[in-house]
């Protein structure tokens, strides 16, 4: 027994009311009787692959290490303006001790347990912020792979620590940094470099002129102290733009970017 399919039924429409069947995959035609069935439009399209299978793509640096670094600063700033502040006080101590006067030395305590506060937070300050600057020197390797920087990664450590180097390597690197992730060319960050070493010159004198024997010298310290003071404290406020530039343009440069599509290995459950 043989079935016919009723003469007023076109062949290329099927019966009224079947739905239309789906595309068969692989690219070919629908069979004969059966409509064709167009590919679903998507408006917008996908966007473009941002990262390479199995490549995480970047992210920005905690924005924890930035605001630690910002803090320490500060108190750094902060302490050197209040050494200088008692720096006068211990001049003149420290000159009526010369002359026989029986003073408190309790000005020359607090001068003493400054300077040690200092050195304390000047270590922790370099500790953090060189972290910072690692993982933001990696960043922007990764998001500007052909930028160039006029220093190796290693250079982000030791060029704080090894001697006459230091007086420009960091700088290059921090430049470097800023430049690559922001993806501009101009005026570098010259400034908070300048007054970075104006600090570190003067703080090097007060302490050559404590350690004279020479008690005419010593009236030399609150000047050398209030150049350390400035300096640090313009060195500061140039850090604090350096790293919301630095992180806001990390920011900027993973906007829209989707999460890596997450795919067990062969053999793994």
Request: glycine share 8%; proline share 12%.
């Amino acid at each position: 027994m043989s079935y016919q399919q009723p003469a007023d039924v076109p062949p290329s429409q099927g019966y009224q009311g079947m739905p239309p069947a789906p595309r068969p995959p692989g690219g070919y035609p629908p069979p004969p009787g059966f409509p064709a069935h167009p590919a679903p439009q998507y408006s917008g399209g996908y966007p473009p692959p941002t990262a390479a299978w199995g490549q995480v793509p970047p992210r920005p640096v905690a924005s924890g290490l930035g605001t630690a670094s910002l803090v320490l600063a500060a108190l750094v700033a902060l302490v050197v303006v209040v050494q200088f502040l008692v720096s006068v006080p211990a001049v003149s101590t420290l000159q009526a001790l010369v002359a026989g006067e029986q003073v408190s030395t309790g000005v020359l305590d607090a001068y003493d347990n400054l300077s040690t506060l200092v050195v304390v937070l000047e270590i922790a300050a370099a500790v953090v912020t060189i972290v910072w600057l690692w993982k933001s020197r990696t960043f922007a390797e990764t998001v500007s792979p052909g930028w160039p920087h006029a220093r190796s990664r290693v250079w982000v450590w030791l060029g704080w620590f090894v001697p006459v180097v230091a007086f420009w390597f960091p700088y290059q690197v921090v430049r470097d940094v800023r430049a690559a992730t922001l993806r501009v060319q101009g005026q570098g960050p010259g400034g908070w470099w300048a007054a970075w070493l104006a600090f570190g010159f003067a703080t090097n004198a007060s302490a050559r002129l404590l350690g004279s024997d020479n008690p005419d010298v010593w009236v030399a310290l609150p000047v050398f102290d209030g150049v350390a003071a400035a300096a640090v404290v313009v060195a500061a406020l140039l850090w604090a733009k350096i790293v919301r530039e630095v992180s806001a343009g990390q920011r900027a440069a993973t906007d829209g970017v989707p999460a890596p599509l997450q795919v067990p290995a062969p053999g793994w459950s």
